[in-house]
């Protein structure tokens, strides 16, 4: 590897020795306790500003944050929380299992194959343009107002961001892998599998985050205009009577559900494409 001269010295610097490699890991160090500062004095600001607001405000739409930590202690101890997580979970792990499945199938082919896309894009960019929300009332005559049109709510809500994000990122491989994969006449079922989907399994990743934030919008709407269970039914019956401070501990814990499942695929994008460490949240 090239050494470079230092200014002012005939002597060689050697750029990748212990003295630059322990300066790499201070300036890492460094930038990570810069980050954590920066994190925890935001969150500090949140809260302080939470807390003037509260002061400000009529107690009947805002709470300040201890009420909001003592509504959360209670639903946690008279088990309501928990039994609205678990009935939410198993309705949002259900729904983002057949959008992932048939986001990631559908948005491969149309990516892809020019015919199945010709057949199958126009009615799938014009459910796309729909709002979910629209069809609530027809999924409630079909399905009627329990779990399996929770489902089909979630699902729509999930599916229309995994499908389109595959579908471009398949469209956006790079040329030269293909032409490569057909100069050694490789056939079209293994450059699939070999080429095309490795190369669109950040986009797979992508894709299934913004799948889950939809997703949690859809779980939360269920509970409203369906019946009033899951966490969208707490948040719904705490609103109804005027239990704000309830409320905030229920969004609040929508929001650490979504986070834990949000850094989850995050790992989980780290396992299918390590050259996308990097990649931003």
Request: aromatic share 10%.
């Amino acid at each position: 590897m090239a050494r470079l001269i230092e200014p002012g010295t005939d002597a060689p610097a050697d750029r990748t020795g212990p003295l630059a490699a322990l300066a790499g890991r201070r300036g890492f160090r460094g930038r990570a306790w810069n980050d954590s500062v920066l994190r925890i004095g935001s969150l500090i600001g949140i809260l302080l500003a939470w807390e003037a607001l509260s002061r400000i405000l009529r107690p009947i739409i805002f709470t300040s944050p201890g009420k909001a930590v003592e509504a959360l202690r209670k639903i946690v101890a008279d088990g309501s929380l928990a039994e609205a997580w678990s009935e939410t979970l198993v309705l949002l792990v259900t729904a983002l299992s057949l959008a992932a499945v048939a986001g990631v199938t559908l948005g491969i082919l149309l990516g892809r194959f020019r015919t199945v896309s010709d057949l199958l894009e126009p009615e799938m960019t014009a459910l796309f343009l729909t709002p979910r929300i629209a069809l609530l009332p027809l999924i409630s005559l079909w399905f009627g107002f329990g779990d399996l049109a929770k489902v089909v709510v979630i699902f729509l809500f999930s599916f229309f961001e995994i499908f389109f994000t595959v579908r471009n990122g398949v469209r956006t491989v790079d040329a030269e892998y293909v032409e490569v994969a057909r100069a050694y006449c490789i056939p079209e079922r293994v450059m699939l599998l070999k080429v095309v989907v490795p190369a669109a399994l950040p986009y797979v990743a992508t894709g299934l985050r913004l799948g889950l934030l939809h997703g949690m919008v859809g779980v939360v709407l269920v509970g409203f205009f369906l019946e009033n269970n899951g966490i969208g039914g707490l948040l719904y019956n705490e609103a109804q009577d005027f239990r704000i401070a309830g409320l905030f501990a229920g969004l609040f814990t929508v929001a650490l559900v979504g986070i834990a499942m949000n850094q989850t695929l995050r790992w989980l994008e780290r396992r299918l494409a390590p050259w996308r460490t990097g990649a931003a949240a």
